[in-house]
């Protein structure tokens, strides 16, 4: 199984950026799809996530911004954001909560972080 991130870049402050996030391998079903970021000296943490029936939840500081939304069928989580500030620069991390042939248990799984820098 593998999560394939993608979107990340340069924008200036108040700009618009879309991450994107594939999932592929011998996958079962997915349950949870989410982003985290991670900045430099802080711990990782969860921005916006979205289950199989399409029920988000967002972080105190993404709400009325940023959008998650998936596609079951494709098996892709996108993560639209909008108003981007300084303070948002981060690596983002897809992540994936799912079941595969290999393995019959829940097991999370992640992309390989994609950088987001806003410029002031």
């Known amino acids: 199984v593998q999560l394939q991130a993608s979107g990340g870049g340069l924008v200036q402050s108040g700009g618009s950026l879309r991450l994107s996030c594939a999932a592929s391998g011998n996958i079962v079903s997915i349950h949870l799809m989410g982003w985290f970021r991670q900045a430099p000296g802080e711990v990782r943490h969860l921005i916006a996530g979205?289950?199989?029936?399409?029920?988000?939840n967002y972080a105190p500081s993404a709400k009325g911004r940023f959008t998650i939304s998936r596609d079951n069928a494709r098996k892709t989580v996108s993560l639209q954001m909008n108003s981007l500030k300084p303070e948002d620069t981060a690596v983002y991390y897809c992540?994936?909560?799912?079941?595969?042939?290999?393995?019959?248990?829940?097991?999370?799984?992640w992309g390989q972080g994609t950088l987001v820098t806003v410029s002031s």
């Open positions: 992540q994936a909560t799912l079941r595969s042939t290999s393995w019959s248990n829940w097991k999370d799984y």
């Open positions: 979205i289950d199989s029936d399409g029920v988000t």
